[in-house]
């Protein structure tokens, strides 16, 4: 059986050698179409070859399923696997035919497979299609009400440090979609869409600080708010340090969120910022995990990365940590899991805010056995400060 395009653009499926695929000789009406269309290009000196059927086309897709979100982006790949590496400097699609006279409009850096692959990117792209929402609509302000002067403060201090933070975990991957072949299009439109949760993020935080009569407030240090993420000058050391360490301690605060919740509208915003940022986290941790399947070689290389990561968790420095020590943004914190800036409330908030940090460190060591590199917690490799913190 061969996929065979028409001329109106449809694909139909017919028997081999033109046949109608009844059984018969004859030529189906469609290739009899088809034929009369390349000829007559040909006379007038256009070249059609394109409208043939090729090999490498996807199955054609019959039924889309609504209940499993319909016609899905990994289910038109069937013969379309990327390569181990690319040569494609072009811009041309993968699965396309190569045009020889095409100028090389990008000079990508990132050509190698391990570099950037994940097994479920595609996966990850459709959820986060799907699970857009708006901070206009989707979130229930009305239910904002006036707070204690601290209270409010501490809320304006914790969505200037996420507004400022979610700034940076959108910019930074901007600048490797540009760098990515497009034989590996599926991790550059997930980053595509990190970008525009990132983005929502920024407005839904930035909203909440002015929503109760507030506005913004202390910027963040540099170290805390991301310079060694920005930095990074490998593709694998910043999904490490922004998808894994940064958005993963973020992640876990979002989930403890109720906590330190006034009211339905900022629920809703932790809730619905933490499905994001669980997509994040998960590019992060499974593209770590095909790394070290597919090009162990540069483990060493990795775990340099997270024993500096680890070092920026035992000092409250290097990642975006707003629940880390001595930092405006924990104050804020621990104001709000406590319920007031009185000395009984700070230490009720102390208390919980050491819990989220022993759960944010407790949730990157699962992430990180899961990547495969969790040996390091065992042979002595990784920070003493992560067991301490998770036993104090």
Known sequence: MTAETTPTGTTSTNGTNGTNGDGGGGVSPGRAALDALLEAGRERGYKLDWMLARDTLGEQV???????GGLLLQDLEPGLEPPEHSDNLTGRPRGANIRPSAPRVGNYSIRTKSDIWLKNAAQLYEEAVQRQWSSAVD????????????IERAECQLTTFLTEVEFVAGDVPGKWIAETTPDYFEPRMFLISQIMDEARHM??????????????????????AGVEIDSARDFTEMSARLHIAGEGVVLSLFRMGELMSYNDAEKSIYRLAASDESRHVAFGVMHLQYLRQTDPGRSEEIHNYLDDIELGFSQGIGVQNPAAPGMPASDAVTILLGGGSDAASLAEGSKIALAVRQRQVKEYMQRI???????RFENG????????????
């Open 62 to 68: 019959l039924e889309m399923d609504a209940q499993h």
């Open 139 to 150: 979130i229930p302000w009305s239910t904002i009400e006036e707070l204690p002067d601290d």
């Open 203 to 224: 407005d839904v935080f930035r909203k909440r600080t002015f929503a109760n009569g507030g506005g913004l407030l202390m910027q963040t240090p540099a170290r805390v």
């Open 369 to 375: 056995r899961v990547a495969g590199f969790g040996d």
């Open 381 to 392: 490799r990784a920070n003493p400060g992560l067991l301490e913190l998770v036993n104090a």
